[in-house]
């Protein structure tokens, strides 16, 4: 059995590169000066005894929106302290809340938290009316300066109830300040009129990291994550990395593909600390190239299993279908060659068969979530059009993905395609 107690000879701290806000936190985001700054100039009226102003912060996913918030936040805490300054910060996040009437649930128990310590429970049993008041007697408790931060808060949706009502609180020895987070740009313009002017006071945003971002954000990272690799002068950036259990093409190649994609820190750190495990898993003494590609293809592999893991049976039934006239290299194949075997699948499995033009929406579903490609072709003068189908994964793939999914346990149908690849 292996041993571990093995040494290894390129990670100092393996925790730094994850993306997982409660392992690591960065102590500063160089990248995020600009938009930072914005938001020191938002938060700054609480330095002369005023409020602090709304703020919408917005860019896509993986930006150090929620990081760069923390930061300064807590910056400005620390200021606090040292000058007696009565402030508070709660940090709501509103993931998983799909409504204002969750989110004000979340609300009472996160402002309780801070004033009693962790443990509280949900509010339950209550109108949404009496909720803001429950909010606002919390907010009167607490007292003084609070800034109330509303991370992912697109998840209510159009129901924004909430913001209307926090944008108008009023109490005698409370200045609120509201900062909402979100990475669905639409969220904005979908807003009430007052309630965007009022949330919208200061609006930041933060644009994709470029590659070159990305490469300093990872040389960073890898200076405090890995052995013998450091900076060369004082300047944190790639161009002055220097490292022993990299190779020079790690990092470019890791911020290039997270860049191409959609700049996302988060992605290309764990792309990293993926190079970095296959790496460890071989003994090898330096992550390199091969290592960063072979990360790209394992994300990839679990992306698509999860993918097809989250299709609903019926699109799942139609996957097999294609996947089956691939097996038997009958495909790209036509809806009218699919159904049929659709049909049959259905009668094997038992489950209820849908008709030819609900058949063909589910194949139009599977094309949307990339499981498939469809192309259109004539038939031949004056014959109209066809559509054919393919899959846009791998044959392998996509017979894994059904096996290894349990909601689609049915073993025979699966074992059936993988003798005619076999
Ligand atoms: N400039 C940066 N320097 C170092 N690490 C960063 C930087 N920007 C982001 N990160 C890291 O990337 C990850 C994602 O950051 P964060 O959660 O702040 O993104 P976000 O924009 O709030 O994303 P989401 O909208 O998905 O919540 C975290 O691990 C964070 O530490």
Known sequence: MESFEAPTTIVDDIDVLKPDPQTYRPTELPEREDELSELHMALRPVTMGGTP?????????????????????????????????????????????????????????????????????????????????KVLEELEKIGGTIILVLDEIDAIGDDDYVLYELSRVDIDNVRLGLVGITNDLQFRSNLDADVRSSLGQREIHFSPYTAGDLKNILARRTVEALHDTYFDGDKELYRNLNSDVLTNDTIPLTAALSAQDTGDARQAIRLLRYACDIALEEDAEQIGEDHVRAAKSRIETQATKQGILSETVQRKAALTAVTEAVAEEQAPAGTTDLYRRYCRICEQIGLEKNSQNTFREKLNDLTHSNLLVKNRHGRGRGKGMTNTYDLSIGLDLAVEGLEEDETWSYDEITEEIREKIE
């Open 53 to 133: 102003h709304n703020c919408l912060i917005y860019g896509p996913t993986g930006q150090g929106k929620t990081v760069g918030v923390e930061l300064k936040t807590r910056q400005l805490e620390v200021w606090a302290t040292e000058n007696e300054v009565d402030l508070t910060t709660v940090h709501v996040r509103c993931k998983g809340c799909d409504s204002s009437y969750h989110v004000l649930r979340q609300l009472v128990k996160d402002i309780r938290e801070v004033r009693r310590g962790p443990g509280e429970d949900k509010p339950t049993g209550y109108q949404r009316k009496t909720l803001v008041e």
